[in-house]
């Protein structure tokens, strides 16, 4: 393996990190509803192909490099389709909160 492809595999791999965090931040609370749907896995394999699609555009240098693009980009896109907070409704929605918002938190 060269040394660029293993560049863009940290990047990809880089692209689980928010999702990891959400999941140590939300570690005490029940297990989400949207964990169990097909779409949160098929937008968490997009988000790693994202990850490492940037990281092999950005051509970098180094593993940190690789590592904080392939963070930042699907960071940024998940956070851009995220769905707000709506301090209106005041409760979850049924069946817990769903894929957008777990995007949001």
């Given at each position: 393996m060269s040394t660029e492809q293993q560049l863009i595999l940290f990047g990809g791999v880089a692209a689980l990190f928010p999702d990891v965090l959400r999941l140590i931040k939300q570690r005490y609370e029940p297990p989400a509803e949207y964990w169990r749907r097909p779409v949160?896995?098929?937008?968490?394999?997009?988000m790693v192909i994202v990850g490492a699609i940037a990281t092999w555009l950005?051509?970098?240098?180094?593993?940190?490099?690789?590592?904080?693009?392939?963070?930042?980009?699907?960071?940024?896109l998940s956070r851009l389709l995220s769905a707000p907070p709506d301090p209106a409704r005041g409760v979850p929605p049924p069946g817990g909160p769903g894929l957008r918002e777990h995007w949001a938190s």
């Open positions: 949160f896995w098929i937008s968490l394999v997009a950005s051509k970098p240098d180094s593993v940190v490099a690789a590592l904080s693009v392939g963070y930042a980009a699907p960071e940024v």
